[in-house]
């Protein structure tokens, strides 16, 4: 009697061992961004906007994204700031010495330029974006109010129509319909309750 325990205790333990390594030999899954499917379309979607490298693209969408946890922005308002600014080109400079995606002077923020290693430091991507979010976070501790914020940040603040604001503001609108196409269709029953009333009314719940 006791050896046959003994070898099916055997068979169970082989059979452990084997599938112990098996499982232990598999690859660790990798850590999974938890934005990278959202940060991707972005990506693609800027790239194909303004004609620029879908790489350096989802380079530039991770950095916003980064800082925006850093100095509490919205990174769609940091990104939507960079195409109005730029239209992702890191190398813009203005007629009034902007300069970088973020199009910043540095003569007025050599301070904060001088943290990433002086003036040249504009033409970094990183450097440019952590700068120019700093300085509409400031803005935007300073007076309370995003408008006035974003129009201080285009040197407009004499501008009664906040075209800035408004150009900003629109071109986050549309990065955020490319977020809300991830997560799909609406489900059947907000579909039903969006319909006019009356076609609600003669939909019996019993479908007759």
């Known amino acids: ?20 390594e098996i499982v232990l030999l598999q ?18 979607f800027l790239a194909k906007r303004y004609k620029v490298s879908r790489d350096v693209t989802l380079e530039l969408v991770e950095i916003a994204h980064a800082e925006g946890r850093v100095s509490g922005l919205d990174p ?11 239209r992702y080109n890191p190398i813009a400079e203005s007629g009034a010495g902007a300069k970088g995606l973020m199009q910043i002077i ?5 301070d904060k330029l001088a943290e990433f290693g002086g003036d040249k430091a504009v033409y970094d991507p990183e450097s440019n974006i952590r700068v120019g979010a700093r300085i509409l976070r400031e803005y935007l501790g300073r007076t309370g ?15 009664d129509e906040d075209t800035y604001t408004h ?15 991830l997560s799909g269709p609406a489900p059947a029953a907000t579909r ?3 319909l006019p009333r009356e076609v609600r009314r003669n939909q019996s719940p019993l479908g007759e």
């Open 1 to 20: 009697g006791m050896n046959w325990l003994q070898s099916a205790y055997a068979v169970v333990q082989g059979e452990a061992r084997a599938v112990s």
């Open 27 to 44: 690859p660790a899954p990798p850590v999974v961004n938890p934005d990278a499917t959202r940060q991707q379309a972005l990506a693609e």
């Open 76 to 86: 769609l308002l940091i990104m939507a700031v960079i195409a109005i600014e730029s």
């Open 106 to 110: 540095p003569k007025y923020h050599g």
């Open 145 to 159: 109010n995003l408008s006035i914020a974003l129009q201080m940040y285009a040197g407009a603040l004499d501008d």
């Open 167 to 181: 150009r900003v503001l629109g071109e986050k609108q549309l990065l955020q319909r490319v977020v809300a196409s």
């Open 192 to 194: 039903l309750a969006q």
